[in-house]
Every structure is written in structure tokens, then in C-alpha cells.
Nanobody, 124 residues
Framework: EVQLVESGGGLVQAGSSLRLTCVAS????????IGWFRQAPGKEREFVAG????????YYADSVKGRFTISRDNAKNTVYLEMNSLKPEDTAIYYC?????????????????WGQGTQVTVSS
């Protein structure tokens, strides 16, 4: 059974940091690029960050560039999203997703597997 399980979300104040973790199972993890997406109430799911299957190439949305860092540990089937200098507008449910490609894409429809999400709430 394919699973992607996110954790690490929570309620924090603006300016704080969080580290999200996504643990994968049930598929060949290092054959997949991974993306982090987020969805706020009433808004469409949007790309946050992506990492190639070997970890050598990363991508970020302009809104998080310089504040968020994506990384992966293929030996642990795990991807991380380090989030610093959090802002209230970062409040959303954060999802990790896997795409059977070398490089991560930025559109949700391209991804094969999705986690259930973890809530991040940033208070002002």
C-alpha cells in the first residue's frame, strides 16, 4: 500500500520556525521527485517546493524562497520542509506528493501519490 505521511505541523507565532516531515512507503521512493503543496481555506492547492529524485535539484515558489528549505533522505524514505520566518499567509494544510519523474513539477495534477496533509497555522 502506497503511503505518504506528513507530520510536524502546528500553531506558531509569526517569525517562528517549523519542520515538516513526510515519510513514504509502498513505492520506490528514490524513483520519485517529491513536492510540497499547500492549500488555504477557499484557495486552490499551490506549489511550495520540490526536489528531484536524487535531491540535487530543488525548486521553490517565489512566496517562500529564502525562507523554506526542502531536503530528502532516500535512505529513510523521508522528505523534509524546513520553514523559517513564518508569516500568517503561510497558514494552510501542507501536503507532500510523489511524482514518478526525475525532476519535481509544480502542478498538482502531475503527481501520482499524495499524503493526507498536516495543518500549519501562523498567528500574527
Amino acid at each position: 500500500e502506497v503511503q505518504l505521511v506528513e507530520s510536524g505541523g502546528g500553531l506558531v507565532q509569526a517569525g517562528s520556525s517549523l519542520r515538516l516531515t513526510c515519510v513514504a512507503s509502498g513505492f520506490t521512493f528514490d524513483d520519485h521527485a517529491i513536492g510540497w503543496f499547500r492549500q488555504a481555506p477557499g484557495k486552490e492547492r499551490e506549489f511550495v517546493a520540490g526536489i528531484s529524485r536524487r535531491g540535487g535539484t530543488t525548486y521553490y515558489a517565489d512566496s517562500v524562497k529564502g525562507r523554506f528549505t526542502i531536503s530528502r533522505d532516500n535512505a529513510k524514505n523521508t522528505v523534509y520542509l524546513e520553514m523559517n520566518s513564518l508569516k500568517p499567509e503561510d497558514t494552510a494544510i501542507y501536503y507532500c506528493a510523489a511524482d514518478a519523474s526525475v525532476y519535481a513539477k509544480t502542478t498538482p495534477i502531475d503527481y501520482d501519490y499524495w499524503g493526507q496533509g498536516t495543518q500549519v497555522t501562523v498567528s500574527s
